[in-house]
């Protein structure tokens, strides 16, 4: 069933198999004017795939795939803990915990809870930052837990850091962008 919907595509609770649950955003190219804002999500995911399993603060991509006829591809993600249940996923009331429901619920967080979080966090962008990479769509909604531990998720905007030679398009969640502009290191701790 779908879980959650974005500006690029439809993330669905699915199940392997084995009986293992998975996240699934599907990315249809019917969805866009042009086909440059899906081959740009495309291409963050061939960038970002290979370096997801890398770093306990990045959500873990295991597959990725693309289907010409029906005009989309989709990946396969871990999936993040139910708000109440955590790893005991129940289909029909599946609801992800994201830092975004924490503040919702808890409306503040204790400073011990929310150092911890900085510091993972930080350090979750200091790795993407080292493989010049960007995140670009920083923001508590895209943060989910996995086993209690915070990940940064919807990475469909991620790209290389903007340098002379590469441009990077002005792409994010009005309010969380910075100043700065897209495509800098700088742009993604700010946000």
Request: net charge negative; glycine share 10%.
């Amino acid at each position: 069933r779908p879980i959650g919907r974005g500006a690029y595509g439809e993330v669905w609770l699915a199940r392997d198999a084995i009986g293992s649950f998975h996240a699934v955003k599907v990315v249809y190219r019917s969805s866009f004017r042009s086909d440059a804002p899906f081959e740009r999500e495309f291409s963050g995911m061939q960038k970002y795939t290979p370096i997801s399993r890398n770093h306990p603060g990045w959500v873990h991509v295991l597959h990725v795939g693309k289907n010409e006829v029906r005009g989309c591809f989709y990946y396969i993600m871990e999936l993040g803990d139910d708000e109440a249940t955590g790893q005991e996923i129940i289909p029909a009331t599946y609801r992800p915990r994201s830092l975004a429901t924490e503040i919702e619920k808890r409306r503040r967080l204790p400073l011990e809870e929310c150092l911890d979080l900085g510091i993972a966090l930080a350090d979750a962008l200091d790795y993407l930052h080292g493989q010049l990479l960007v995140h670009r769509d920083i923001k508590p909604s895209n943060v989910i837990f996995v086993h209690g531990a915070p990940k940064f998720a919807d990475v469909g905007l991620v790209t290389e850091v903007r340098n002379r030679d590469h441009n990077v398009s002005l792409l994010g969640t009005e309010g969380y962008m910075a100043p700065e502009g897209p495509g800098t290191a700088v742009a993604d701790r700010t946000a």
